[in-house]
C-alpha cells in the first residue's frame, strides 16, 4: 500500500483489468487486500481457488493442508508439480502462490484443520474456502466458521458434477443441506469413481469469484451452485437457514468444536443397509420395479429433461425441490432415485439419508445407461 492508504502505481496497473469493473473499483481492490482468505485444502479444488484468489490480489492466504504432494495428486492439484512432489502441499502451494504475488502473506498450518486448532484459526480469517476430499472436514470447517460469524465458499467434485455453496453468516451452513455426517463407506471418493482434472479447475474458479463476491460484500444470501461439466449447465440454488439446523438454528446442539463429532464415520459395518446399497445397476432397479412390490422412483432431473424421456412409473422431483418436497418421500418405503448419468441423483441420495431415509438407493449411470442396457426406446440426450 502507498503511504497515504491507497494503492501504488504498480498496483494500479497489475490489477488495472480488475479495478475498471463496477463492483471491484480502488476500494474493491484495497478491501481484496486487506482480506484474510484460508484455504482448507491445498488439493484438486483449492489449487485453481487459491492461484486465483493471490492473482486477484488477495493480500493473505492461508493454507491448510496436512498431506504431502503425490504424483496421482498432479492431474488436477495445480498448484503442485513435478519439482515438490514429496513435499508438503502448504510449501509446495506457497511457492506457486508467491510467483502470483510476491506481496502475499502466506500463513501455512501443515497440520492441516483439525478439531484442535479450528476456532484458533478460523476467526483470524475473513472468509473459509473448504475445498476438503473427507466429510469430516467440510462439517469441522462449516461448523467453526458459524461459531466464528464467518462467510464459507465449500466446493465439491465427483465425476464430472461439481457443488459449490456459498454461506453467508446467519444465513444457513452446511448442516442446513446435510445435518448428519455420512458413513464414509458409504460415499465414493474421487478415487474410487476417478474426477477429470478440468472439472476441478471449473469448481475451484467458481469457488474463487464466490469468495471475491463475498470478500467485496456484493452477496447477502446463501446459495448452492450444481455444476454439471457433461451437459454444460450451472444451476443457482436459493439455500435457506433451517430453523431446526443443528448448528444455526434456533436451538443448535452445537456450540463448540467436539472432536468427538469429526471422527470420519467409517466404522460402522457395512452391513448396516445390506439390502439398499448406496447405489445400484440399472439391471438391478429393472428388477426390482418389476418384483411385485416395486420401490418408489424418484426422477430429480429438471422439467426440461423429463419431457425428453422418462422412465414409467418415476415421479418427478426436480433436485432442487428435494428439500421442501421431503414429505412426498415415503419413508417406510424402498426408494430409488435417479437422474440423467446418475451424478444429482447421488448428492440427492445422500441428502435423504442423511435426512433419515435409510432405504434409498441411488441409480448408477442414470436414465441414460437405463437407455442402454434396459430399453431402447427411451430416447438418449
Ligand atoms: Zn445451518
Not at 487486500?33 to 484455504?39: E, F
Not at 476467526?123 to 473448504?130: E, H, I, M, N
Not at 430453523?243 to 457395512?270: F, H, K, L, M, Q
Request: one cysteine or more.
Amino acid at each position: 500500500m502507498s503511504p497515504g492508504g491507497g494503492l501504488n502505481e504498480h498496483e494500479r496497473s497489475l490489477y488495472s483489468r480488475q479495478i475498471r469493473l463496477p463492483g471491484v473499483g480502488e476500494s474493491g481492490q484495497l478491501r481484496l487486500k486487506a482480506a484474510k482468505v484460508l484455504i482448507v485444502g491445498a488439493g484438486g479444488l483449492g489449487s485453481p481457488a487459491a492461484l486465483y484468489l493471490a492473482a486477484a490480489g488477495v493480500g493473505t492466504i492461508g493454507v491448510a493442508d496436512p498431506d504431502k504432494v503425490e504424483l496421482t495428486n498432479l492431474h488436477r492439484q495445480i498448484l503442485h508439480g513435478f519439482d515438490t512432489l514429496g513435499l508438503p502441499k502448504t510449501v509446495s502451494a506457497a511457492e506457486a502462490l508467491s510467483e502470483l504475488n510476491p506481496g502475499l502473506i502466506l500463513p501455512l498450518h501443515p497440520d492441516g484443520l483439525t478439531a484442535g486448532n479450528a476456532m484458533d484459526l478460523v476467526p483470524r480469517y475473513d472468509l473459509v474456502l473448504d475445498g476438503a476430499d473427507n466429510f469430516a472436514t467440510r462439517f469441522l470447517a462449516s461448523d467453526a466458521a458459524v461459531l466464528a460469524g464467518r462467510p464459507l465458499v465449500h466446493g465439491s467434485v465427483l465425476r464430472s458434477e461439481g457443488q459449490v455453496i456459498s454461506l453467508v453468516p446467519g444465513a444457513g451452513c452446511y448442516r442446513c443441506l446435510y445435518p448428519v455426517m455420512p458413513d464414509a463407506s458409504q460415499v465414493p471418493t474421487c478415487s474410487e469413481a476417478g474426477v477429470l482434472g478440468a472439472v476441478c479447475g471449473i469448481v475451484g474458479s467458481w469457488m474463487a469469484s464466490e469468495a471475491v463476491s463475498l470478500l467485496l460484500g456484493a452477496r447477502k444470501a446463501s446459495r448452492v451452485l450444481q455444476i454439471d461439466a457433461e451437459r454444460g449447465l450451472c444451476r443457482p440454488l436459493a439455500l435457506q437457514r433451517d430453523d431446526r439446523c443443528p448448528c444455526c438454528g434456533n436451538t443448535p446442539s452445537i456450540r463448540s468444536i467436539s472432536p468427538e463429532t469429526y471422527r470420519p464415520v467409517c466404522a460402522s459395518p457395512p452391513s448396516s443397509m445390506p439390502d439398499h446399497p448406496l447405489e445400484i445397476s440399472v439391471k438391478e432397479a429393472a428388477a426390482a420395479l418389476a418384483a411385485p412390490t416395486p420401490p418408489v422412483l424418484i426422477d430429480v432431473r429438471e422439467p426440461d429433461e423429463h419431457a425428453i424421456c422418462r422412465i414409467p412409473g418415476a415421479r418427478l422431483i426436480p433436485m432442487g425441490q428435494v428439500p421442501a418436497r421431503l414429505a412426498e418421500i415415503p419413508r417406510d418405503a424402498v426408494v430409488l432415485v435417479h437422474c440423467h448419468h446418475g451424478g444429482r441423483s447421488l448428492r440427492v441420495t445422500q441428502f435423504l439419508r442423511a435426512k433419515g431415509f435409510a432405504s434409498v438407493s441411488n441409480v448408477k449411470g442414470g436414465i441414460d445407461a437405463w437407455s442402454r442396457e434396459i430399453d431402447a426406446a427411451v430416447p438418449r440426450y
